[in-house]
Structure formats: C-alpha cells, structure tokens
C-alpha cells in the first residue's frame, strides 16, 4: 500500500523568503512521486515529479524537490518566494505496478507582502 | 492538444434533480479519473477507467453515483437524484499507458451546486 502525508495544511512565508513544503510517503515498492500545484478555481497542474532518476527533480515556476529515500520524504522548496505561489500544492505518490496516484491533503501556501 | 475539457464550468441544481458532467479526455490517453474535492474531505478519487472499462469504483459515494465511458474520448458522471451535499468540484484526469509514472493531467473542473 502507498500513502503520502503533507505536514501542515497551511504554511505562511514572507514574499522573497524560503519556501518548504513538507512531504513523507509510505510505499512498498519503489515509488514515483510527484507535487501538483493548484491555483484558485482551477485544475491540478503537474509542477514536478520524481521517477527514479536524478533525486534532485527541477520543476516549473523555480521550485524543486529531493528525493531522500532514508528519510522517505519528498520535500518541495523554492529559494524565494513570490506572490504568485499563493496557491495548494499536493504531495503524490504511485509507482510502476500502480495504474492511479495517491494523492496527500493538500498544502495552502500563502504569501506576506 | 487542447488538454483535458469539462462541461458544464458551473452548474447549480435543485436537490432531487438529475445531474450530468462530462469530460473529454486527452486523446490517447488510456485511463481516466474522476475526483471530488470539497474543503472538508477535500480531493478524493470516486472511480477510474482504463481503456474504457471501470477499474475501481469504490471510491463512488453511494448509487445515486454512476459512471460511463461509452468511447475513448466521453466519459459522464451522473448524479441521480442529487442532494445538497454532493455540492463540489469535480474533476476529470486522464493519463497515458505511455507514460510509466501515471502522471494525470487534469480538467478545470465543475463547480456543482446543490440547493
């Protein structure tokens, strides 16, 4: 079985300052992960995902996120935050033999001017 | 490609009424996803196809819910009779057999209104 937890369901940082979006899961089997970013009244987006090759995974928008098999996590950062990431941002998990992702409760990140 | 295409965007109903949504996946795409996100128990998978046949549909509330894939490219999520809390998002995700991480690409979603 997989799972994936987000800590913190709402996380508040200044504009320009380090964002860290926390993520740990749970698999069996070696995994793929994945961080998906939603804006207001819209879809999921795809921001990164992790598939076994580099553990450093570079996604859109500056955001990056490493993969630490000892410590199963899958943190999400971003060097400087801006207003625009003001946004939820979910944590997922599958893996090879998985056809449907499991996906994390979610993140608000909100931005202080 | 145009992506993943919901309609209705909106649709606000009367608690007994039937309700359709529909979604045109992604051509090629493979396998089809249809969630529900709500604040309180926010995103949550109610079934999923794969090559046009359900897969998993215990994800689906109860039998007011039903699901059809008739082709590769419609799909149609019926509530019938609704109620005041299956107000929601509902979203469509596709993915790609293609793609071995199963990366779902999803729709904008319809915002659905039950009063």
């Known amino acids: 079985a997989q799972s994936v937890t987000q800590l913190g369901s709402h996380v508040s940082v200044s504009e320009g300052a380090l964002v860290l979006l926390r993520c740990n899961y749970s698999?069996?089997?070696?995994?793929?992960l994945f961080w998906y970013v939603q804006y207001p009244n819209q879809g999921l987006q795809l921001l990164l995902k992790?598939?076994?090759?580099?553990?450093l995974v570079k996604g859109i928008n500056g955001f990056e996120a490493e993969f630490k098999k000892s410590e199963t996590s899958f943190h999400l950062t971003k060097p400087s935050a801006h207003m625009s990431d003001a946004a939820e941002y979910f944590c997922?998990?599958?893996?090879?033999?998985?056809?449907?992702?499991?996906f994390g409760s979610g993140t608000r990140l909100s931005i202080r001017p | 490609d145009a992506g993943v295409i919901q309609s209705p965007r909106h649709e606000v109903t009367e608690m007994g009424q039937e309700v359709t949504l529909r979604c045109k996946p992604i051509?090629?795409?493979?396998?089809l996803f249809w969630y529900r996100q709500t604040m309180m128990r926010g995103l949550e998978l109610l079934i999923y196809?794969?090559?046009?046949?359900?897969?998993?549909d215990s994800g689906m509330p109860e039998d007011r819910f039903s699901a059809k894939m008739p082709n590769a490219s419609f799909s149609t999520l019926k509530i019938q009779p609704s109620e005041p809390r299956d107000s929601a998002v509902y979203f469509c995700?596709?993915?790609?057999?293609?793609?071995?991480?199963?990366?779902?690409?999803f729709g904008p979603g319809t915002r659905l209104t039950v009063t």
């Open positions: 995700a596709s993915s790609s057999l293609d793609f071995p991480s199963y990366e779902q690409y």
């Open positions: 698999s069996s089997v070696p995994p793929y």
């Open positions: 992790y598939t076994s090759a580099a553990t």
């Open positions: 997922a998990v599958s893996s090879s033999s998985a056809s449907k992702i499991i």
């Open positions: 051509s090629g795409h493979d396998y």
């Open positions: 196809f794969n090559n046009n046949v359900p897969i998993d």
